[in-house]
Nanobody, 118 residues
Framework: VRLVESGGGLVQAGGSLRLSCAAS????????MGWYRQAPGKQRESVAE?????TYADSVKGRFTISRDNAKNTMYLQMNSLKPEDTAVYYC???????????????WGQGTLVTVSS
C-alpha cells in the first residue's frame, strides 16, 4: 500500500486549498482513512477521519471537509477559511487489513506542506 499526498502550498489567511491522497492498494482492505498534521515543534495531531462516518478536530470543524472517492482510491481534504495556525505538514493515513497476512496495518504518506500567511 502506498499513499501519495498532493495539493499543499502557500496560501493567504482566509484562502482555500484542497489536499488529495492517492492510495495504491493491492490485497489490502482499507477500514479507515484520515488526515493528520504536524506543525513545527508540535506533536502530530488528527485533523479528520473517514470510515463509515466522518470526524473532525474541534479546531477545523466547519472549515475543513474530508471526503473519499472509492472508485479512484483517493481521499480529499477541502480546507476553507485557512488560518496561520493551520500551517503544518499534512499527512495521509490509512488503516486496514493486509489480505494475505490478515494483519492490521497502518500506512502513512510522505506529507505535504501547507503554509498559511497572515
Amino acid at each position: 500500500v502506498r499513499l501519495v499526498e498532493s495539493g499543499g502550498g502557500l496560501v493567504q489567511a482566509g484562502g482555500s486549498l484542497r489536499l488529495s491522497c492517492a492510495a495504491s492498494v493491492s490485497a489490502f482492505s482499507i477500514n479507515k482513512m484520515g488526515w493528520y498534521r504536524q506543525a513545527p515543534g508540535k506533536q502530530r495531531e488528527s485533523v479528520a477521519e473517514i470510515s463509515g462516518s466522518t470526524t473532525y478536530a474541534d479546531s477545523v470543524k466547519g472549515r475543513f471537509t474530508i471526503s473519499r472517492d472509492n472508485a479512484k482510491n483517493t481521499m480529499y481534504l477541502q480546507m476553507n477559511s485557512l488560518k496561520p495556525e493551520d500551517t503544518a505538514v499534512y499527512y495521509c493515513h490509512a488503516g486496514g487489513v493486509d489480505i494475505m497476512s490478515a494483519k492490521y496495518l497502518e500506512v502513512w504518506g510522505q506529507g505535504t506542506l501547507v503554509t498559511v500567511s497572515s
